[in-house]
């Protein structure tokens, strides 16, 4: 795709959200890391269902450590993966309150050295938390990137770099939500809405649904 068109497309984004921002629910640092984490394979909805029950409980790495795997697994049990995110987000909290003085790191090596933080988490908590040009890709922006051809490859890890390299400089830092959103509500996977979409004369797309 070439400059002069990802430019207007990214124009059009940023004139229909000017401000965009995640969909989770969160107050503080403490609790997006636990909204990200809990929000793998599972959708933002079904998260901020949990959390609004679980933070005014434990919205701190010392609160939610004093619960344990066995407090903390009633509360996010409809979320899928829920034990195995129990048992990442306790060691996690032990992990911040043993190394960082309960406080989310910024660095990526920290974050990753998280459990239950990938690469895609860490993106995100750099991008929303501490304000760095990152694209964390989803299954939504990998979905956006190749079919609109914004930024195609094979991999996540292809499409994020597309993504980094291609995005005009003055959009990256908001370019992941803006993507999360489009590919949430507009791009969808099984049936594309073509017809209601901000940047259809641009997009190249060849089957769309007019």
């Known amino acids: 795709m070439n400059r002069q068109k990802l430019e207007a497309i990214f124009k059009r984004f940023k004139a229909h959200n000017p401000k965009p921002k995640t969909e989770l629910l969160y107050h503080t640092p403490f609790e997006l890391l636990v909204a990200v984490i809990l929000s793998a394979r599972a959708t933002d909805v079904s ?16 609160a939610l450590l004093a619960l344990g795997v066995e407090g903390l697994s009633p509360y996010i049990q409809a979320i899928g993966l829920y034990r195995t995110k129990a048992k990442n987000l306790i060691r ?27 690469r895609k988490t860490a993106n995100v908590l750099l991008n929303t938390l501490f304000g760095q040009p990152t694209v964390a890709v989803d299954t939504h922006i990998f979905r956006v990137g190749n079919r609109t051809g914004i930024a195609p490859g094979k991999t996540v890890s292809a499409v994020e770099k597309a993504m980094v390299a291609c995005v005009p400089k003055e959009y990256l830092q908001d370019a992941h939500h803006w993507l999360v959103l489009h590919g949430r509500y507009t791009c969808i996977a099984r049936k594309p809405k073509c017809a209601n979409c901000i940047i259809n004369d641009l997009c190249e797309y060849k089957d769309k649904a007019l």
Do not use: D, M, W, Y
């Open 92 to 118: 996690t909290c032990e992990i911040l309150i043993e190394k960082h003085g309960a406080q989310v790191p910024s660095s990526r090596e920290e974050l990753e050295a998280l459990p239950g933080v990938g």
């Open 47 to 62: 998260v901020n269902k949990a959390t609004v029950k679980l933070f005014p409980q434990a919205n701190t790495p010392e």
